[in-house]
């Protein structure tokens, strides 16, 4: 089993910053994609931004220039920087990651999610 620990959430104004972390307990598997989803109250969850294990990312269109995502392989640890926030990007943030196991049959991917941490952005 892979558990996916978050941090960084918390209370912020329009307009600041906040640093989401999240890294993965196990070392022994290969972990691919990486990225961060968000679900607002009443919303379905959403893609915020992705990142492969070679470092190409994609971002959700509304947070685009505003977001960046980065990852460390050594440390199965991925980021998501958060500049220029808005009351919109109140959400609770996941955590995602696809891991690779590989079986005496051949490998498979598994996604794994972190357990969430909430952003809120009011002044």
């Known amino acids: 089993q892979v558990q996916l620990v978050e941090s960084g959430g918390g209370l912020v104004q329009p307009g600041g910053s906040l640093r989401l972390s999240c890294a993965a307990s196990?070392?022994?598997?290969?972990?691919?994609?990486m990225g961060w989803y968000r679900q607002a109250p009443g919303k379905e969850r959403g893609l915020v931004a992705a990142i492969t294990r070679g470092g190409s990312t994609n971002y959700a269109d509304s947070v685009e220039g505003r977001f960046t995502i980065s990852r460390d392989n050594a440390k199965n640890t991925v980021y998501l920087q958060m500049n220029s926030l808005k009351p919109e990007d109140t959400a609770v943030y996941y955590c995602?990651?696809?891991?690779?196991?590989?079986?005496?049959?051949?490998?498979?991917?598994?996604?794994?999610w972190g357990q969430g941490t909430q952003v809120t952005v009011s002044s």
């Open positions: 995602h990651a696809r891991v690779v196991i590989s079986w005496a049959r051949g490998p498979d991917e598994y996604d794994y």
């Open positions: 196990e070392s022994r598997f290969r972990i691919n994609a």
